[in-house]
């Protein structure tokens, strides 16, 4: 079970990881220890998650969704299996957490009155400095 913060948590049938071989250096272990670790979450049917935060989520991770929707998360970070296994728990984590953040909505607002005054005053200054800039000394 995650544990994501005090009122969420999300139940072991709902994510299942494999450990694969990792990619890059790794001298004569690399071809023999699957540390790498792939941790697949399915999102749409976790019912600790609201419809909200679903879609929200799915917006936050539409790059590491796969085919059959579920996100996909891996680590390789370190050479140990269990430390991966932890990385990619805590990506997860951190990732439902921004998701479960509502968006405050835009309220539109009207200019103050004072603004106004303060904008055209300033449109008037401009056009008396351009205006000024006009001179007749070069036609000479």
């Given at each position: 079970?995650i544990?994501?913060?005090?009122?969420?948590?999300?139940?072991?049938?709902?994510?299942?990881?494999?450990?694969?071989?990792?990619?890059?250096?790794?001298?004569?272990?690399?071809?023999?220890?699957?540390?790498?670790?792939?941790?697949?979450?399915?999102?749409?049917?976790?019912?600790?998650?609201?419809?909200?935060?679903?879609?929200?989520?799915?917006?936050?991770?539409?790059?590491?969704?796969?085919?059959?929707?579920?996100?996909?998360i891996?680590?390789?970070?370190?050479?140990?299996q269990?430390?991966?296994?932890?990385?990619?728990?805590?990506?997860?984590?951190?990732?439902?957490?921004?998701?479960l953040?509502?968006?405050?909505?835009r309220?539109a607002?009207?200019?103050?009155?004072?603004?106004?005054?303060?904008?055209?005053?300033?449109?008037?200054?401009?056009?008396?400095?351009?205006?000024?800039?006009?001179?007749?000394?070069?036609?000479?």
């Amino acid at each position: 079970m995650i544990q994501i913060n005090e009122t969420i948590s999300i139940p072991e049938s709902d994510y299942f990881w494999k450990a694969v071989r990792s990619s890059g250096p790794g001298g004569q272990n690399v071809n023999k220890v699957s540390s790498k670790v792939r941790l697949f979450f399915d999102y749409f049917h976790c019912e600790a998650l609201d419809f909200e935060t679903k879609f929200r989520l799915k917006k936050l991770a539409e790059k590491i969704i796969d085919s059959e929707e579920r996100i996909v998360i891996e680590s390789q970070i370190f050479r140990e299996q269990p430390k991966n296994l932890d990385a990619a728990i805590q990506k997860l984590r951190e990732l439902i957490l921004k998701a479960l953040i509502k968006p405050k909505i835009r309220r539109a607002t009207r200019p103050t009155l004072s603004s106004k005054i303060r904008r055209v005053e300033s449109k008037k200054i401009k056009s008396i400095i351009k205006r000024n800039r006009k001179s007749d000394s070069f036609s000479e």
